[in-house]
Structures are given as C-alpha cells and as structure tokens.
Antibody
Framework: EVQLVQSGAEVREPGESLKISCKGSGYNFTNYCIGWVRQMPGKGLDWMGT????????KYSPSFQGHVTFSVDKSISTAYLQWSSLKASDSAIYYC??????????????WGHGTLVTVSS | DIVMTQSPDSLAVSLGERATINCKSS????????????LAWYQQKPGQPPKLLIY???IRESGVPDRFSGSGSGTDFTLTISSLQAEDVAVYYCQQYYSSPPKTFGQGTKVEIK
C-alpha cells in the first residue's frame, strides 16, 4: 500500500527556520517525484513544486521560488520542505503528494495527511 | 500561468439530485502530442487531504463511484455528480497539469446538501 507519512504540526516565530518531512512507503521511492501543495486557512490549493529523488531535480512555482527549498534523502525515502526565515503568511497546511508519472509532470494520485505550520509571535 | 476558474463557488443540491461543477482554463490544456486533456478533479472533505477523482478530464480513478463523471475539452470542463449522496459533501477542485510550473488548481467549489 502506497503511503506518504508527514511530520507533525509545528509552531514557530517569524524569522525562524523550519524543515518538515514526508516519508514514502509501499513503492519504489526513487522512481516517483514528490510534490508539495499549500493550503492556507480556509483557502484553496496552491501547487508549490516537485522534487524527483532520482536526481534531486526540483521544479518550483514562481510564487514560491527563493522562499522554500525542497530536498530529498533517498536512503530513508524521505522528502523535505524547508524555510530559512518564516513569515506569518507561511501559516498553512502543507501536503506532500505523489505525481502519477515518473517525471512529476502529471496529477497527484497519493497524498499525505498534511502538516500544519503555524507562524506566530 | 494558466488560470483555472471554477463556477459556482458553492452550490446546494438535494439528495439524489444532480450536481454540476464547471472549470474553465485561461488557455487550452489539450496536448496534441498525446491527444489528451491534462485536467484532473479532486475531492476534499473537511479535515482530510484531497482525493483524486478524475484524470485526463474524464477517466475515473479506481474505486471512485460511477456517479462521478468528467467531461469537456480544450478550455471548458465539467464534473458531474449524477445523484448526490450525503458523503459527497466536500470541496471539489480542478487542476491543470499541462503547463510548466505551476500546475494550477481552481479556487474550489463547495458542495452542500439542500
């Protein structure tokens, strides 16, 4: 069974750094990219980008480029989303999801349960 | 970026009646090289992650009830729930996966019971 298990809720102050994780299981982790999707409180879904474990190639939405960083550790089948300096507007639920194709270009067929990030002073 | 616009933003439908959600893209998401519309639909229930319902505009994901159907081509698409059930109360999103990043979502349509 394909599963994406995300790390738990986090609370940080503005300006702090944060790294959240998404661990894949039940499939060959290296063969599929991982995507990240933001959902701000009471709002819709924002496609942030993807990273492919095979070569660590990352594609970012222009809206998120430069503010977040994707990374991956193939040895433990885990993808990461990190911020070096959080803003209050980063408060949201962050989902990882698996694109159905090996290049990460298509729709998402499996989703994690989401990680709630709260940024507040 | 391709902008995806859904209508209506919300709708209330009686149990057993038809629900229709529209999704319009700012440019065609039909890719001539594979002859496919790069459009998916997701369902999100409160407190849950999105769930894939439809891909390639009209292909139902395994396990999705056949009361859900997708149609359309080019820039105009429709998700239809033929006979609304109580468990269908959710927010529905379309997504295009045609363009280079970002692969944008619509703003969502909330479906409720009348």
């Amino acid at each position: 069974e394909v599963q994406l298990v995300q790390s738990g809720a986090e609370v940080r102050e503005p300006g702090e750094s944060l790294k959240i994780s998404c661990k894949g299981s039940g499939y060959n982790f290296t063969n599929y990219c991982i995507g990240w999707v933001r959902q701000m409180p009471g709002k819709g879904l924002d496609w942030m980008g993807t990273i492919c474990p095979s070569d660590s190639t990352a594609k970012y939405s222009p809206s998120f480029q430069g503010h977040v960083t994707f990374s991956v550790d193939k040895s433990i089948s885990t993808a990461y989303l990190q911020w070096s300096s959080l803003k209050a507007s980063d408060s949201a639920i962050y989902y990882c999801a698996r694109p159905v194709d090996h290049g990460g270009n298509y729709y998402f067929d499996y989703w994690g349960h989401g990680t709630l990030v709260t940024v507040s002073s | 970026d391709i902008v995806m616009t859904q209508s209506p933003d919300s709708l209330a439908v009686s149990l057993g009646e038809r629900a229709t959600i529209n999704c319009k893209s700012s440019q065609s998401v039909f890719y001539s090289s594979d002859n496919k519309n790069h459009l998916a639909w997701y369902q999100q229930k409160p407190g849950q992650p999105p769930k894939l319902l439809i891909y390639w505009a009209s292909i139902r994901e395994s396990g999705v009830p056949d009361r859900f159907s997708g149609s359309g081509s080019g820039t105009d698409f429709t998700l239809t729930i033929s006979s609304l059930q109580a468990e269908d109360v959710a927010v529905y999103y379309c997504q295009q996966y045609y363009s280079s990043p970002p692969k944008t979502f619509g703003q969502g349509t909330k479906v409720e019971i009348k």
